[in-house]
């Protein structure tokens, strides 16, 4: 399996320590796959329509978006989702919402605009490295459909 | 005293204009009223001039006078009588309406506008003062002057006090009900209304008053002035005696009528008395009439008042209501999003504890592989147990608890921002589920729960009130008495449209002091007693208000406790629903 066509995780989530837990969990749970994070919504936008510092990013292969909702700035999670799933050529990128937030109407909100998935983060730390499993196991079935070619 | 010398100086033009003007009218109501003259030339059934005398000393005030006994004087003087007596006759007339003008202002306190019955009777009175004084000094001066007879003395003066009172009396209110409102404004059906009414008396009059002496019907015009009265104010009512009156006395003079036949004094006070009766009945009616309208047209007011005044208090009330719903919403979701943004961190805390507890983990495991030597092996391990281990676990506990209690205001937020059903609630078939998903906690602490054979049914949000009732239980539940055997009675009643629940236990009971805490958040009272967040009591609060209701507590220490919950009542709805949404009959059966 060559590197360059692995799907590439792209974290967008404020919070450092988040970003950190998932990337250390992810890893944990088998996870290999190049993880790349922004901390703000216009540079999620950014890196996924390659733009500005991302021109020239490395990596033309799939991306996953595992996306905050609650993000300072212009750009929050919502907005971010929305821009992705209006995109004809982006759109198809599956974005799994994980985010503190439980309120229904936003998760509705989340499901009307695209998104694949929506999990709460978990306080507790065992849930959430469950959570984060779940993510990992989610991956892994997303990703074969998108190409076809690699099946057995 | 309406003496003129108060004001001498202000004898001004109009003044004088004002008395000539009531000389002029004097003068010519005189000659008015001689025409209506039944014999002798001084002696008619009414004479007008003294009503419109009076009304000129009571509008414009006693100090017009010198008209009044200058009209006197001429009306007098041109019936060819004497000078002397003319003059003694004049000056007699005009004391006479002063004094009974003084009498209506200062003793009866006369409205001008005729607006009370007592007025009516005050100018009753006024007219027999001064019919009083002029006739008495009338036959007086006619007696000196040698006019009359002394047989004809007690006849004259009779005569003369009739015309003189009657003249007020159907004068004097006619001028007074036009001088109080002289507008024409009847339009439509009423304007309709005072054409048939005057038609109707023209042609009633012509029948009754010209007609054959032997045709008694002179009573018939009395439905047509009560119509007046009880239809249209005192000046209309007035207007219709008065012309009824003058048709009256025409239709005698000239021989026709119900009063022309028999002795002359038999008629003339046959005359006078229906007269009388003609104008006094149906004015003391519209007066009457007239008040009543005020009275209604004030409690009217008052009414309309009151109703402002209920409905500007109402809508107060409304807007301070929105207001505070709100505040509340605001608050609401004020603790919604800090609960949410402090949960950020917190996934950190908690996450990194367990980082910080893997890699405990790993390094114990690699300082076991390494060959250390035995004491530093020994202070390590102490480090990473005692130092490190402890350390995590308190942080560990903290963060814990940090979460319930997050947890715990994310729930109450919740219960403050759901949406509640508004449906008729079989509260019987609510608490049984209740008691029933409690059976474990119930069956654990060793109480009795006791649910009464009936509950009133209740208008709400069955999952919410099931809530209230699994709180409170779980709450006696907790406070038991350790060695009673614990009882928990759960009852109800419906009074008006309020149901009224109540959860009473035998537990440790609350203290006086702790009492109004007790529905406040993260209030604990016996912490030892029971985990959770103190939210409980909050909650049912929260739930309670919500739904319009009220809960209390009543409670002593060490002797047990006693929630009273009340809700709407749904009495008398058919249909009910249950907690499950299922219809059901009528749980009273």
């Not at chain 2, 983990?361 to 020994?378: F, M």
Request: proline residues 5%; hydrophobic residues 45%.
């Amino acid at each position: 399996m060559a590197e360059e066509h692995r799907v590439t995780i792209l974290i967008v989530d404020d919070d450092e320590g988040h970003t950190e837990l998932v990337r250390r969990n992810l890893r944990r749970t088998g996870i290999s796959n190049p993880i790349a994070s922004v901390d703000n919504g216009s540079d999620a936008l950014d890196y996924v329509f390659c733009h500005g510092v991302y021109a020239n990013r490395p990596g033309n292969g799939e991306l996953l978006i595992l996306l905050d909702l609650r993000m300072p700035g212009g750009h929050d999670g919502v907005e971010v989702l929305r821009q992705i799933k209006v995109d004809p050529k982006a759109k198809s990128i599956p974005v799994i919402v994980l985010t503190t937030t439980d309120d229904p109407r936003e998760i509705n909100h989340c499901y009307e605009l695209g998104c694949n998935v929506y999990i709460t983060k978990p306080i507790e730390p065992s849930a959430f490295i469950e959570a984060i499993q779940r993510v990992g196991l989610m991956m892994s079935v997303m990703r074969m459909p998108t190409d076809p070619a690699r099946l057995p | 005293m309406t003496d003129p010398r108060a004001k001498p100086t202000r004898l001004g033009v109009r003044y004088v204009a004002t008395a000539a003007a009531l000389s002029v009218v004097y003068f010519g109501a005189a000659k008015f009223g001689l025409s209506f003259a039944f014999t002798t030339k001084q002696v008619t059934a009414v004479w007008p001039p003294t009503g419109v005398a009076v009304v000129a000393l009571l509008l414009f005030g006693s100090r017009v006078w010198p008209g009044l006994l200058l009209g006197a004087f001429a009306a007098n003087a041109t019936q060819g009588e004497p000078i002397a007596t003319a003059t003694g006759i004049a000056i007699g007339n005009t004391v006479g309406l002063i004094v009974a003008a003084f009498v209506l202002r200062r003793v009866v306190r006369f409205d001008n506008t005729l607006a009370r019955l007592r007025d009516v009777i005050g100018l009753l009175l006024g007219a027999i003062v001064a019919a009083t004084i002029t006739a008495s000094n009338g036959v007086a001066n006619l007696a000196l002057g040698g006019i009359i007879p002394s047989s004809a003395y007690g006849s004259v003066w009779r005569v003369w006090w009739m015309g003189d009172a009657m003249g007020i009396l159907l004068v004097a209110p006619v001028l007074l009900g036009w001088a109080a409102d002289r507008s024409l404004a009847w339009r439509g059906w009423r304007a309709l209304e005072v054409v048939a009414l005057f038609a109707t008396l023209a042609v009633g009059c012509q029948v009754i008053f010209q007609g054959p002496p032997q045709l008694q019907i002179q009573n018939a015009v009395f439905p047509l002035t009560i119509w007046c009265a009880l239809r249209f104010g005192v000046r209309e009512t007035a207007t219709i005696a008065a012309i009824i009156s003058g048709m009256a006395v025409w239709g005698t003079a000239h021989g026709r009528g119900p009063f022309a036949t028999g002795a002359l004094d038999d008629r003339l006070a046959l005359l006078e008395v229906f007269m009388a009766i003609a104008v006094i009945g149906p004015l003391s009616l519209s007066v009457a009439m007239s008040e009543r309208r005020r009275a209604e047209d004030a409690l009217q007011r008052a009414h309309d008042e009151l109703e402002r005044r209920v409905s500007d208090r109402t809508a107060a009330l409304a807007a301070a209501n929105t207001e505070l719903a709100s505040k509340n919403e605001e608050v609401e979701a004020f603790v919604y999003i800090v609960s949410h943004d402090l949960r950020a961190p917190l996934v950190n805390l908690q996450g990194f504890s367990k980082e910080l507890q893997l890699s405990f983990g790993e390094l114990s495991a690699k300082l076991r592989e390494a060959s250390l030597p035995a004491n530093v092996q020994r202070d390590v391990e102490a480090i990473l147990k005692d130092g490190m281990g402890g350390a995590l676990r308190f942080i560990t506990a903290s963060t814990s608890k940090f979460e319930r209690l997050i947890e715990a205001l994310l729930h109450l937020s919740r219960h403050g921002r759901e949406k509640y059903r508004a449906e008729v609630v079989d509260v019987g078939a609510v608490v049984e589920l209740t008691v029933a998903s409690l059976r474990q906690s119930i069956a654990a602490s060793g109480a009795t729960v006791s649910v009464a054979a009936s509950l009133p049914t209740a208008l709400g949000d069955a999952t919410a009130i099931g809530q209230v009732f699994s709180n409170l239980i779980e709450n006696a539940l907790h406070y038991l008495r350790s060695g009673t055997p614990g009882v928990i009675e759960i009852g109800g009643e419906t009074s008006g449209s309020v149901a009224h629940y109540w959860v009473r236990d035998n537990g440790v009971g609350i203290g006086a002091s702790a009492l109004p805490r007790l529905f406040q958040v993260f209030q604990r009272f016996h912490p030892h007693m029971a985990p959770g967040e103190g939210m409980g009591l909050a909650i049912v609060k929260r739930v309670i208000e919500r739904h319009g209701g009220q809960v209390r507590a009543q409670s002593k220490a060490g002797a047990g406790t006693t929630f009273h919950v009340t809700l709407p009542a749904a009495a008398g709805t058919k249909g009910l629903i249950d907690g499950r949404g299922t219809p059901r009959h009528d749980p009273h059966r």
